[in-house]
Every structure is written in structure tokens, then in C-alpha cells.
């Protein structure tokens, strides 16, 4: 042995001993080990992270990864479901929850036959163009109407064929209407059967979108349809009305509002006002037609097929008869503004609360009695000067304000010349004078007299029998609608000849429109 040698063995390393040498190996493995070490710390990181293909990418991982083409494989594998996953997130926010839903699949990077390792809850069936539980649709019959031969032969009529038909085509039906899996039963349904589904369906349909309609389109009680509700949002924003406070008064034909009025074309309107919107639905009064059709200022434009018209003629009707009571200067409310079926008047109260009702109004004996005399001359006015009967005259219609009386709701006022209209005097003096012998006036007339002081006629009383005379009453408008048709006027002068019917007013020409 040399000295070299020796002395080698004998000097020691002062780091203590050498470790063994590692054995070679290659680049391309050491780079793979450390990428999948790199991999396997990342997804160690987010234990709560659960992919779709995560377990087959694990698998990829853990084999052998030698090959960088598979590596590269295995990661664009991964980009892909990450795609596919958010585009199934913005699919399902897109579609929501509407019936109709649309399919983002032809965009998906990883379809349904190459993703192998993804479960089949991940996959929406509905989405795809093959649902592999639809049943198959029955064959269509040829245009010839049969097929087979001889004794084989099956027409179009066959029980079976007809049957799966009828199932098939209850596909097209509302999408509200559930037929369940039909097909998939094997369902044969006879063409009785089907034709009175069919029909039933259809009625439903039908049924539910008048219900829709009359819930869309009507004003109901203490609310608004849209249509209106977009009008008095028109009306704030035009500066007519300051805002909408709210309901104060509702009634058979009528919602009214209570508002603050504004400006309209830069003249100041009242502080405070009222909108009087018409009921559009006719349940509370039906009947309304029978004070607008006989009027000769509406009988061209009366149509009772269109509910809508008629409202918006009642409005114009209530329009016209109180411009008429304000050029006698009767005590009642002032038309500002007609917009369709909502009529905006001044307020008859103060600080956005409305005056009594006469019904409800606490008066002593000098005021009910002044009262009464107030009701008998605006009676006596609104016939002789007006030219109109008021034909639903009450004490719920009639307000107290500032000592004095106030005439409200005159929309279903008609003319003496209407065929009806000395049946609603007598019908308006009947509640008058009931209602005043009631709170004790000893000098409230009876029915019978007040009628004649206010029309300026002279029936025989007689015994007071009612049913005398209202025969008295109906004589006269059968003269007073014969001479209208002979004569083709619409309102008679005060002193006339002897054809003249009696129920002419006392004073003046009277009939002109407003």
C-alpha cells in the first residue's frame, strides 16, 4: 500500500462522515417528480375543493407521468372543466327560473361522450338533444292513410295508433297543464277522451286570462288599474297636481282622492282638490246605462258593448251637468280638469278633511230648518234653470259647508225630457221630504207638494195615493216622449202652445248643451 493511500484513510472529514452518493437519473424525471409534488401540495391546500374530475385527475397524477405530452393532456384536461364549470354557472343564471331554457352546450370545451369521469348528476339531460329516458314518438302514418298488406293492413283509424297519438299530441298542450310521462306508459288515449281534455283545457285558459284582464284593467274598490294609475302619475308630473294624498270616499260608480292641486297652463289651480275616478267594472251598478242612453247628448256615442266608453261618458256627463249647476251659481263643486274616466274638481272642505254629508252633519233646529229651504231652492233651481233632475238626490249626495249646502254627484242627472225623468223628481222629492219629517222640520212639505212646487205642475193629489199618482206621473212622460217624436226637439220653451206637454220646465229655454 502506498503512503498516499494511507494517509487518506487515516485523515477524517471534519464534517463527519460523507453521505452516499444519489444515483443518477435523468432530467425529464426529475422535472416530472417535482411538478407532481408541486401538484399534489396545491390541491393538499384546498381540502374543501371537490371538482368534477377530480378523482380521475388524482388517478392521472398518481401514474406514471413520464411523458410530457400526457402531462400536458392531463392540464388541459383540467382548463377544460374549469370552463365547462362556469359556463354551466352562467347558464343557470341566465335561464333562472323560466320554463323556457336555453342550452349552452354546444360551447362546452369537454362534452358528455368524452367526459368519462364525470358522474351523471353533473350532466342536465334537459339541456341535450338526446335524452336517453324520452320515449320514442309513434310513427307518423303515411299521407296514404294505411300500411301493411292484405289481411296485415292498419289504417289511420286503428285504436292503438289513434291512441298513442292522441298521448303524444297532449304535448302541446299549456305549459301550466301537467300531462305527465304518457309515452313512456305506453298511455293510448281514446279521441273522446282527448278531444274533452282538450277542451277543458282551453276553457281554463280562457277563464284565467279574463281573470287576469279584470284584475289588470278594473278599478276596484279604494284602488287603481294601471291605465289610471299611469294617468294620475301623468297628471303629478305635469305640475297639475302637487301630490296624491289618498282615498277619502268611496261609492257604487266612483273612488275619490284627495289632492293638492297645482298649476294648469300657468293659471294657479285650488289649493286643494279632489279626483274622482269612475269605477271601471259595472258589478256595484249595472244599471247605469238607463240614465246615459236616453240622453240626447250621448245617444249617438252610447255603446254598451264598450264598458270603457261608458265610463268615460259618465265622466263627461258629470262634467257638463256641473258647469250647468255653476252657471245658476248652485252651491257645488268646480270642474278643473277631465281627463278619460278621472275628474278633478275643487275640494269642499278644509285642511284635507271633507265636509259631513247632510246625513251626518249635527245641526240644531234653525240650521236643519235652514237647511230644508237651502235643498227646496236648489231643487227648484237645478229643474227650472238647469234644466236637470238630479234622479239620485239624498242626503248622502248633499254636504254641509260653511252653512250652506253643497250638491255633489250629479253624473246620472238627466234632463225633465228623459223618458224616466219625472220618475227620478218624484223619486228625489220622496227621499227629501222623508228625510227632513224625520229630523223633526214641521215645515218639510209632503211628496206629493214638493213635487208640484218643483216642477210647476198641478196633480190632482187626491187621496195620496202613490199609485195614482205615479199613473199621473207616467201619463205625462208617454205625452212628453210622443210630442219629442212628433215635434223632434229636445227641450220645450215655458210657454207653449196647447200641444205642449205639461212636464216642460217653468222657466226659460232650457236643453242647450254645455
Not at 425529464?28 to 411538478?35: G, H, I, P, T, W
Not at 364525470?118 to 350532466?123: A, I
Not at 303515411?142 to 289513434?162: A, L, Q, S, Y
Not at 308630473?237 to 297652463?265: Q, R, Y
Amino acid at each position: 500500500m502506498s503512503r498516499t493511500g494511507v494517509e487518506s484513510e487515516t485523515r477524517k472529514s471534519p464534517w463527519g462522515s460523507a453521505a452516499p452518493a444519489a444515483p443518477a437519473c435523468s432530467l425529464a424525471d426529475v422535472m416530472s417528480e417535482q411538478l407532481a409534488k408541486q401538484l399534489h401540495e396545491e390541491d393538499a391546500s384546498f381540502p374543501g375543493l371537490t371538482e368534477p374530475g377530480a378523482d380521475l385527475l388524482w388517478e392521472e397524477e398518481s401514474s406514471e407521468t413520464t411523458s410530457d405530452l400526457m402531462l400536458a393532456k392531463t392540464l388541459q384536461m383540467q382548463f377544460d372543466r374549469e370552463c365547462d364549470d362556469q359556463l354551466r354557472r352562467e347558464e343557470k343564471k341566465f335561464n333562472g327560473d323560466s320554463k323556457v331554457s336555453i342550452s349552452f352546450e354546444n360551447y362546452r370545451m369537454v362534452h358528455r361522450c368524452e367526459d368519462s369521469g364525470s358522474s351523471e348528476d353533473e350532466v342536465d339531460w334537459q339541456d341535450t338533444r338526446d335524452d336517453p329516458y324520452r320515449a320514442d314518438k309513434p310513427q307518423t302514418m303515411p299521407r296514404k292513410g294505411f300500411t301493411g298488406k292484405g289481411k296485415n293492413i292498419t289504417t289511420k283509424h286503428d285504436e292503438v295508433i289513434c291512441g298513442r297519438k292522441n298521448t303524444s299530441r297532449m304535448d302541446n298542450f299549456a305549459p301550466e297543464v301537467l300531462v305527465g310521462d304518457g309515452l313512456g306508459m305506453d298511455l293510448q288515449l281514446p279521441n273522446q277522451v282527448f278531444n274533452a281534455l282538450k277542451q277543458h283545457c282551453h276553457s281554463e285558459q280562457r277563464r284565467s286570462a279574463r281573470l287576469h284582464d279584470k284584475k289588470e284593467h278594473s278599478t276596484s274598490e279604494q284602488a287603481v288599474d294601471p291605465r289610471t294609475r299611469l294617468l294620475m302619475y301623468k297628471m303629478v308630473n305635469a305640475g297639475v297636481l302637487e301630490n296624491i294624498n289618498g282615498c277619502i270616499a268611496t261609492g257604487k260608480e266612483s273612488v275619490v282622492f284627495h289632492a293638492n292641486g297645482g298649476s294648469l297652463e300657468e293659471q294657479p289651480l285650488p289649493e286643494e282638490v279632489v279626483l274622482k275616478v269612475f269605477k271601471t267594472t259595472l258589478n256595484e251598478f249595472r244599471n247605469r246605462d238607463r240614465y246615459i242612453k236616453d240622453d240626447y247628448r250621448f245617444i249617438d256615442r252610447f255603446s254598451k258593448l264598450n264598458p270603457r266608453k261608458i265610463i268615460r261618458m259618465w265622466a263627461e256627463k258629470e262634467m257638463h251637468n256641473l258647469n250647468r249647476m255653476k252657471k245658476a251659481e248652485i252651491p257645488c263643486p268646480e270642474v278643473v280638469l277631465l281627463k278619460k274616466h278621472i275628474l278633478v274638481m275643487s275640494f269642499i272642505g278644509k285642511d284635507h278633511v271633507p265636509a259631513p254629508k247632510l246625513k251626518d252633519a249635527i245641526l240644531g233646529s234653525e240650521d236643519m230648518k235652514n237647511a230644508y229651504y237651502q235643498v227646496l231652492h236648489i231643487m227648484q233651481q237645478l229643474y227650472q234653470e238647469c234644466n236637470l233632475v238630479h234622479a239620485d238626490l239624498s242626503e248622502y249626495n248633499m254636504l254641509w259647508h260653511e252653512g250652506k249646502v253643497w250638491l255633489i254627484d250629479v253624473s246620472q242627472s238627466v234632463e225633465p225630457t228623459h223618458p224616466h225623468g219625472l220618475e227620478f223628481l218624484f223619486r228625489d222629492c220622496r227621499n227629501v221630504a222623508t228625510f227632513f219629517q224625520k229630523r223633526g222640520v214641521s215645515e218639510a212639505l209632503s211628496v206629493y207638494e214638493l213635487f208640484n212646487i218643483v216642477s210647476g205642475l198641478n196633480i190632482a193629489v187626491g187621496d195620496e195615493d202613490d199609485v195614482q199618482f205615479i199613473a199621473e206621473i207616467e201619463a205625462l212622460e208617454k205625452r212628453n216622449e210622443d210630442h219629442v217624436q212628433r215635434r223632434g226637439k229636445k227641450s220645450f220653451p215655458a210657454a207653449c202652445e196647447d200641444d205642449s206637454p205639461p212636464s216642460s220646465p217653468g222657466g226659460g229655454e232650457g236643453g242647450a248643451e254645455d
